[in-house]
């Protein structure tokens, strides 16, 4: 499973590479959030910093993202994930199909550690679609394939709107089965709620980026205020 994870991720490399001075996007950041919360669960009880650097050339984009907890405000946490997308544009909105590699780095095993039973990686596939301008609705599907016993599988579907500049979404996920990856006993809504998105300006040439978050957790009852700037 190593090869195959590192041969797909080093062909898309190669392929944005070989066509970097044509249509090749690189996007480098990172996002300062009150709190890690992923997919209705809360990943470090502690503010999170979540660096990003990614690629995209035509429909294919690939990347690495990280999240890790700030020192003395919680338990520690770490998690460096990569990943992989293709876009596929139709008339009716656009199908991705998605790739997740999850390593958590603060649970003290090797990277290089691609075993079955025990090892270090979370593989994930998933696939999504994004409606059009007349239809938003957006869906997500996403299973776990390798070293995850359970198969966990997410579903999600959100609406994004706008009020007077904000960017608006509404949004309900859950798991259909018993997960301990999702912290469900059996078919459960985890991840229920409102986001909102903003520029704010500081100066004449800058703007910061803001966001809140609303989020409910029904199968845990817990529920999470959010709020995350980008640079």
Do not use: C
Not at 112 to 131: K, M, P, Q, R
Not at 188 to 197: P, R
Not at 200 to 216: D, G, N, Q, R
């Amino acid at each position: 499973m190593k090869t195959n994870t590192w041969s797909l991720l080093l062909l898309a490399a190669a392929l944005v590479s070989g066509s970097y001075n044509s249509f090749a996007q690189v996007s480098v950041g990172a996002d300062i959030a009150s709190r890690y919360i992923w997919r209705g669960v809360d990943y470090g009880n502690s503010p999170s910093f979540q660096p990003g650097l990614g690629f995209a050339t035509g429909s294919l984009s690939v990347g690495t993202w990280g999240a890790y907890s700030f020192a003395g405000t919680g338990s520690v946490f770490a998690e460096h994930d990569l990943w992989a997308s293709f876009d596929i544009e139709t008339s009716s909105g656009t199908i991705s199909v998605l790739f997740t590699d999850y390593y958590y780095p603060s649970a003290g095993l090797k990277f290089f550690d691609y075993s079955g039973t025990g090892g270090a990686h979370v593989l994930e596939a998933g696939i999504g679609y994004a409606g059009t301008e007349g239809f938003p609705i957006s869906f997500k599907g996403f299973f776990n394939f390798h070293n995850d016993p359970e198969q966990s599988v997410y579903l999600e579907v959100s609406y994004p709107f706008a009020v007077n500049g904000t960017e608006l979404a509404l949004f309900a996920g859950g798991s259909p089965k018993k997960s301990a990856w999702y912290v469900t006993q059996g078919a459960a809504l985890i991840n229920v709620g409102i986001a909102a998105k903003k520029s704010v300006t500081v100066t004449e040439s800058f703007a910061l980026p803001v966001s809140a978050t609303f989020i409910v957790n029904p199968e845990l009852e817990q529920s999470y205020l959010i709020f995350g700037f980008s640079l």
